[in-house]
C-alpha cells in the first residue's frame, strides 16, 4: 500500500492550498480517508476525514469553515481544500486510509510519507 500526499508549499497567510493524496495497493473506495497535520514541536492532529463515499465528513474544529476534504474513488486520490490559511496552519499533512472510525488516528491502518505547509505572517 502507498499514499502518497503532495502539493504542500510555502504560502502566506489568507492563502490557498490543495493537498492530494493518491493511494494504491488498496481497495481506495472501500476505505475511510483521512488527513492528518503535525507542527514541528508538537503531537500530530486530526484534520478531516471523509468516508468511503464521501458521503460523511469530519473536520476538527480549528479548520471548519476554511477546509474541505473531498475524493475521487476512480482516480483513488482524496483532496484537502485549504483556505484562509494561518501560521498556526503550518505543518507536515499526512494522509491516511482506515477502515473503522473517522477521528481517531489510531484508527487508521496506512499511513502515507507527508507533505509541508508553511504559512507565513
Known amino acids: 500500500v502507498q499514499l502518497q500526499a503532495f502539493g504542500g508549499g510555502l504560502v502566506q497567510a489568507g492563502d490557498s492550498l490543495r493537498l492530494s493524496c493518491a493511494a494504491s495497493?488498496?481497495?481506495?473506495?472501500?476505505?475511510?480517508m483521512g488527513w492528518f497535520r503535525q507542527a514541528p514541536g508538537k503531537e500530530r492532529e486530526f484534520v478531516a476525514a471523509?468516508?468511503?463515499?464521501?458521503?460523511?465528513?469530519q473536520y476538527a474544529d480549528s479548520v471548519k469553515g476554511r477546509f474541505t476534504i473531498s475524493r475521487n474513488n476512480a482516480k483513488n486520490t482524496v483532496y484537502l481544500q485549504t483556505n484562509s490559511l494561518r501560521p498556526e496552519d503550518t505543518a507536515v499533512y499526512s494522509c491516511?486510509?482506515?477502515?473503522w472510525g473517522m477521528g481517531k488516528a489510531d484508527s487508521y491502518e496506512y499511513w502515507g510519507q507527508g507533505t509541508l505547509v508553511t504559512v507565513s505572517s
Open positions: 495497493g488498496l481497495a481506495f473506495s472501500t476505505y475511510t
Open positions: 471523509i468516508s468511503w463515499r464521501g458521503g460523511i465528513t
Open positions: 491516511a486510509a482506515g477502515l
